[in-house]
């Protein structure tokens, strides 16, 4: 009793080092899962930069931000159902597509505001849809948004039955998707600007503090007289919202909508936000973390291509870095309760 009483007032200083390396480790991983997109971003930017032939020139870095502009403003959105309360979106393919195929069908006979104003009714009734069921009903993110994408992909296919529509040519949505401020597309200056909105209304306004508290501690914002249900639907209706915004920017982009002109942006918004840091638990994270995401799987894509990679490697690469992002998460939140 003794010899065991002896070794256990002897264990806390022999167990003290490990102990701090643990907590060391911890930290490391932690400072990586919240600081590591910034460096990650940066020095994927200058790699590019210096080793790949090409990357550098202005036609290309101009088809970056094409390309980035859409799945990012689509990601920004997804950004406030992620950290709501760890729940996810896949609806988005339908709701981008749906907002493409309505400007440009519609805009002849109703003109291009008329066109904008349904598809915003549009958008209204997938957020509303989707945030009332995850939020009052407490049903399943992920069902619930794939039950929408097949309802809303089933009705837009029978509605067009494979149609490829068509903007006038020098026309005003033609005339948006080939506009540049200097020589940077104005759809690129359209994502900026839904990033710094989204910005501050996550970080600056009180709707946004109850969605990263909800997100950090849903029984302790539930006792604190928040209506949660609310919080969610406003969540999923933002997202609806920038998916909409971002269908009109693809649209305007080829001056061509389908049905299936969205398909991957649940997969590649969602890698974005992760890989940008936002925790996939809820709570934490930000609009910058996602723009980072976005810009690091757009120049990582972009590395990909001019590089002679096919779309299955660049697909295979995106994975294992969600893989690690996602891991990466996991272990954070784990130090985080040591």
Known sequence: MTESGTQLKAAPPNGAPVEGIVKR??????????????????????????????????????DVFHRASAIGIVAIGMTFVVISANYIDLSVVAQVATAGVILLALSPTYG?????????????????????????????????????????????SLLTTGTIYYGPENGPIDAFGDARVGPFPLSAFVLIVVAVIASIVL??????FMIRSYGSNKQATRLAGVNSGGVVVGAFVLT????????????????????????????????????GGNSLFGGRGSILRT?????????????????????AWQQLVT??????AVALDALARKAEKR
């Open 203 to 208: 970080s600056r306004t009180k709707f946004g």
């Open 25 to 62: 480790q911890g930290s490391v991983i932690t400072w990586i899962a919240s600081r590591g997109i910034f460096i990650f971003t940066g020095v994927l930017l200058v790699f590019s930069v210096i080793f790949v032939n090409g990357f550098a020139s202005s036609v290309n870095i101009i």
């Open 319 to 324: 994975g294992a870095v969600i893989v690690f």
């Open 112 to 156: 291009v505001v008329g066109a904008m104003a349904i598809a915003l009714f549009f958008a209204l009734l997938y957020g509303v849809v989707n945030g009332v069921s995850v939020g009052f009903l407490k049903a399943n993110a992920v069902v619930v948004t794939l039950g929408t994408t097949g309802i809303g992909a089933g009705i837009l």
């Open 240 to 275: 609806s919202i920038a998916a909409m915004i971002a269908g009109f920017v693809l649209a305007a982009y080829s001056n061509t909508a389908v049905a299936t002109m969205s398909e991957g942006f649940d997969f590649r918004a969602l890698a974005a936000v992760i890989i």
């Open 291 to 311: 723009f980072l995401g976005v810009i690091f799987i757009s120049v990582l894509s972009n590395i990909l291509v001019l590089s002679g990679f096919s779309f």
